[in-house]
T-cell receptor, first 113, second 114 residues
Framework: QKEVEQNSGPLSVPEGAIASLNCTYSDRGSQSFFWYRQYSGKSPELIMFIYSNGDKEDGRFTAQLNKASQYVSLLIRDSQPSDSATYLCAVNPISGSARQLTFGSGTQLTVLP | KAGVTQTPRYLIKTRGQQVTLSCSPISGHRSVSWYQQTPGQGLQFLFEYFSETQRNKGNFPGRFSGRQFSNSRSEMNVSTLELGDSALYLC?????????????FGQGTRLTVV
């Protein structure tokens, strides 16, 4: 069993819709959670991090964390074609650290104009 | 402010050879982590260096090694290359300290082993 699992894609949503990306993790000791976006042929770039239960909003993006269920999600509101990319969920056992990340396999998102 | 710089961007090597990749972190960042990305296995953590010492290591064979210099620049080395080592190798730099939660990735080195 992979340590970090993401919902299998590809995921397609129409422009303006909400895209929902999900991630579960197996290590209950995980403390820091990250969402990265990776465009084809590019390196990952950080969208958001979260390490407290609940919701964290940043513009069109909302990260949700439920440590009891070992679940973290990313919602993208008003999806744009420029959001089309692979979204990677990553976890770290240390609070407030991004130094040793375990990544999921990614979910490919396509936003249709 | 310059980002994370990885060199070279592309490499083609023959099976059995060795290769050295370089990563210059963002100025002031003292932690450098290395990752391997392949279509089959995704992004996997190789190792992390901080203050010239390896702090964490992923589940990779001993053919994969690294080091960090006093200016925080890091190199990773892969000896006795195998076809399966073909991958995108990414390094990420971070500040170290409470609340510093962002890891910045370089553009990567694309290694092809033939």
């Amino acid at each position: 069993q992979k340590e970090v699992e993401q919902n299998s894609g590809p995921l397609s949503v129409p422009e303006g819709a909400i895209a929902s990306l999900n991630c579960t993790y197996s290590d209950r000791g995980s403390q820091s959670f990250f969402w990265y976006r990776q465009y084809s042929g590019k390196s990952p770039e950080l969208i958001m991090f979260i390490y407290s239960n609940g919701d964290k909003e940043d513009g069109r993006f909302t990260a949700q964390l439920n440590k009891a269920s070992q679940y973290v999600s990313l919602l993208i509101r008003d999806s744009q074609p420029s959001d089309s990319a692979t979204y990677l969920c990553a976890v770290n056992p240390i609070s407030g650290s991004a130094r040793q990340l375990t990544f999921g396999s990614g979910t490919q998102l396509t936003v249709l104009p | 402010k310059a980002g994370v710089t990885q060199t070279p961007r592309y490499l083609i090597k023959t099976r059995g050879q060795q290769v050295t990749l370089s990563c210059s972190p963002i100025s002031g960042h003292r932690s450098v982590s290395w990752y391997q990305q392949t279509p089959g296995q995704g992004l996997q953590f190789l190792f992390e260096y901080f203050s010239e010492t390896q702090r964490n290591k992923g589940n990779f064979p001993g053919r994969f090694s690294g080091r960090q210099f006093s200016n925080s620049r890091s190199e990773m080395n892969v000896s006795t290359l195998e076809l399966g080592d073909s991958a995108l190798y990414l390094c990420a730099s971070s500040l170290v300290g409470h609340g510093n939660t962002e890891a910045f990735f370089g553009q990567g080195t694309r290694l092809t082993v033939v």
